[in-house]
Nanobody, 121 residues
Framework: QVQLVESGGGLVQAGGSLRLSCAASGRIFSVNVMGWYRQAPGKEREWVATITNSGSTNYADSVKGRFTISRDNAKNTVNLQMNSLKPEDTAVYYC???????????????WGKGTLVTVSP
């Protein structure tokens, strides 16, 4: 059974920083893309950033230049360094990983339970 567990959320003032971490564990054959999504109160879940297993990254325009995604392939972990936080970054942040539990052609998406980030004005 595969589990994704996030950590690092909390309360921070606008302009501050937080670092989110996510670890994938269980019977994993390989991990493809890992990423972060977020869901603000009353809004749809939205994509924040993704990173491939070769290190290529992509960011939503709303976080570009402020957030940095990184991963450790040996440990199956992904991090999100969030700087210059704004109140509109307040949301539950979810870790996502597309991974294989067996050597099949396609991976499956797994999700963490989320970690709350609150940015006060």
């Amino acid at each position: 059974q595969v589990q994704l567990v996030e950590s690092g959320g909390g309360l921070v003032q606008a302009g501050g920083s937080l670092r989110l971490s996510c670890a994938a564990s269980g019977r994993i054959f390989s991990v493809n893309v890992m990423g972060w999504y977020r869901q603000a109160p009353g809004k749809e879940r939205e994509w924040v950033a993704t990173i491939t297993n070769s290190g290529s990254t992509n960011y939503a325009d709303s976080v570009k230049g402020r957030f940095t995604i990184s991963r450790d392939n040996a440990k199956n972990t992904v991090n999100l360094q969030m700087n210059s936080l704004k109140p509109e970054d307040t949301a539950v942040y979810y870790c996502n990983a597309n991974l294989k539990v067996t050597p099949t052609p396609y991976g499956i998406d797994y999700w963490g339970k989320g970690t709350l980030v609150t940015v006060s004005p």
